[in-house]
C-alpha cells in the first residue's frame, strides 16, 4: 500500500496512504465542510491549485457520475467542469466501495485518470483545526520513497488562475431564449449556467479578458473563479466599469469572485480572509 506526506509551509506533517494518482503535488491546502459533494467540489474551477481537504470523515461511498454526461441545454449535468481542477484531495477515511444509481466508477479510479493524488488515514480534525487557526497554508504531497526537499512549494496564486480556468473562445447556451444575457467566465460553475438557462436566458460565456459590449445585452452575469481579483483580471475590471459607468442602465450580478471584481470596478479594494468560507462554512 503506497504511502504519502502532506507538508505544510510550517513543517508540520500528516501522513497517510495514497489513493488516485501516485504523483507529488503542491497548493494551497483549503477545507471544506460540506458532507456532500465531492464531484462537484472537485471539478469546481475555484479550486483550481488547491489541494482540498473534506472535513466529513467518510468519503467515496457514493462514487463518481458519468463526468461527459449533459442535460438539455448540453451542458454538464453532474459535474461543475470538464476536469478536475483542485491539485489534489485529503480525506480521513476512504472507501472504494461504493453505491448510487449514478455512479460509474469509484472516487479513486477517477481521480488516477486526471492524475490527481489523494490521502486517506489523515487526521483532518486536527489539520482542519490548524488552518483555522493559523490560516490557509501553502502544502505539497509527497509520494514514499521521494526526498521531501526535492519538492518545492509553489503559491499558484501567484499566477493567473482565471486565464487557465476561462473558455478560450465565446459560446451561446439556449439560444431561443427571451433575455439575452452575457457571462464572463473566470471559472464558472456548470450550474450557474444551466440555472441561467432554466429561466429561459440565452447566454453567451465570453473568456475572462473579453470587451463585451453593453448595447448588445440585457444584463451581465460575472461568475466565480481561482486567485486574487486585484492582480489578474484588469481586462474584466475595464469591461465592469464600461457597464456600471454608462447612461443606460443595465443589471450586473457577481458571485464569489465576480462579485469581488464589481466591488474593484466601483473603486473599492478586496482582501484575502484568513481562511476561505468553502462548503457549508458560516460567515
Same mark, same amino acid.
Given at each position: 500500500?503506497?504511502?504519502?506526506?502532506?507538508?505544510?509551509?510550517?513543517?508540520?506533517?500528516?501522513?497517510?496512504?495514497?489513493?488516485?494518482?501516485?504523483?507529488?503535488?503542491?497548493?494551497?491546502?483549503?477545507?471544506?465542510?460540506?458532507?456532500?459533494?465531492?464531484?462537484?467540489?472537485?471539478?469546481?474551477?475555484?479550486?483550481?491549485?488547491?489541494?482540498?481537504?473534506?472535513?466529513?470523515?467518510?468519503?467515496?461511498?457514493?462514487?463518481?457520475?458519468?463526468?461527459?454526461?449533459?442535460?438539455?441545454?448540453?451542458?454538464?449535468?453532474?459535474?461543475?467542469?470538464?476536469?478536475?481542477?483542485?491539485?489534489?484531495?485529503?480525506?480521513?477515511?476512504?472507501?472504494?466501495?461504493?453505491?448510487?444509481?449514478?455512479?460509474?466508477?469509484?472516487?479513486?479510479?477517477?481521480?488516477?485518470?486526471?492524475?490527481?493524488?489523494?490521502?486517506?488515514?489523515?487526521?483532518?480534525?486536527?489539520?482542519?483545526?490548524?488552518?483555522?487557526?493559523? +490560516?490557509?497554508? !501553502? =502544502?505539497?504531497?509527497? %509520494?514514499?520513497?521521494?526526498?521531501?526537499?526535492?519538492? *518545492?512549494?509553489?503559491?499558484?496564486?501567484?499566477?493567473?488562475?482565471?486565464?487557465?480556468?476561462?473558455?478560450?473562445?465565446?459560446?451561446?447556451?439556449?439560444?431561443?431564449?427571451?433575455?439575452?444575457?452575457?457571462?464572463?467566465?473566470?471559472?464558472?460553475?456548470?450550474?450557474?449556467?444551466?440555472?441561467?438557462?432554466?429561466?429561459?436566458?440565452?447566454?453567451?460565456?465570453?473568456?475572462?479578458?473579453?470587451?463585451?459590449?453593453?448595447?448588445?445585452?440585457?444584463?451581465?452575469?460575472?461568475?466565480?473563479?481561482?486567485?486574487?481579483?486585484?492582480?489578474?483580471?484588469?481586462?474584466?475590471?475595464?469591461?465592469?466599469?464600461?457597464?456600471?459607468?454608462?447612461?443606460?442602465?443595465?443589471?450586473?450580478? +457577481?458571485?464569489? !469572485? =465576480?462579485?469581488?471584481? %464589481?466591488?474593484?470596478?466601483?473603486?473599492?479594494?478586496? *482582501?484575502?480572509?484568513?481562511?476561505?468560507?468553502?462548503?457549508?462554512?458560516?460567515?
Amino acid at each position: 500500500m503506497q504511502r504519502g506526506t502532506l507538508i505544510l509551509e510550517d513543517g508540520s506533517e500528516f501522513a497517510g496512504f495514497v489513493f488516485g494518482a501516485t504523483t507529488n503535488t503542491t497548493g494551497e491546502v483549503v477545507f471544506q465542510t460540506g458532507m456532500v459533494g465531492y464531484p462537484e467540489s472537485l471539478t469546481d474551477p475555484s479550486y483550481c491549485g488547491e489541494i482540498l481537504v473534506l472535513t466529513f470523515p467518510l468519503i467515496g461511498n457514493y462514487g463518481v457520475p458519468d463526468e461527459k454526461a449533459v442535460d438539455e441545454f448540453g451542458i454538464l449535468r453532474w459535474v461543475e467542469s470538464n476536469k478536475i481542477y483542485a491539485s489534489a484531495l485529503i480525506v480521513s477515511s476512504y472507501t472504494e466501495q461504493y453505491s448510487h444509481w449514478n455512479a460509474v466508477e469509484s472516487l479513486a479510479s477517477w481521480l488516477k485518470k486526471h492524475n490527481v493524488p489523494g490521502l486517506y488515514g489523515i487526521d483532518t480534525r486536527m489539520l482542519t483545526k490548524k488552518l483555522r487557526e493559523h +490560516g490557509t497554508m !501553502l =502544502g505539497k504531497i509527497v %509520494m514514499e520513497g521521494t526526498d521531501p526537499k526535492s519538492i *518545492a512549494f509553489q503559491d499558484q496564486n501567484k499566477s493567473n488562475l482565471v486565464a487557465q480556468v476561462s473558455l478560450p473562445k465565446p459560446r451561446i447556451y439556449n439560444p431561443t431564449g427571451k433575455l439575452s444575457i452575457a457571462c464572463i467566465d473566470c471559472g464558472l460553475k456548470m450550474n450557474q449556467l444551466r440555472i441561467l438557462c432554466q429561466l429561459d436566458a440565452k447566454v453567451t460565456v465570453f473568456p475572462w479578458n473579453y470587451p463585451v459590449k453593453q448595447e448588445e445585452y440585457d444584463g451581465l452575469f460575472l461568475s466565480n473563479g481561482p486567485g486574487d481579483p486585484q492582480t489578474q483580471c484588469p481586462d474584466t475590471i475595464t469591461t465592469i466599469k464600461s457597464w456600471i459607468n454608462s447612461e443606460i442602465v443595465k443589471p450586473v450580478f +457577481g458571485i464569489c !469572485l =465576480g462579485h469581488q471584481l %464589481m466591488a474593484l470596478a466601483a473603486g473599492m479594494k478586496t *482582501a484575502k480572509l484568513k481562511y476561505g468560507n468553502r462548503g457549508h462554512n458560516q460567515v
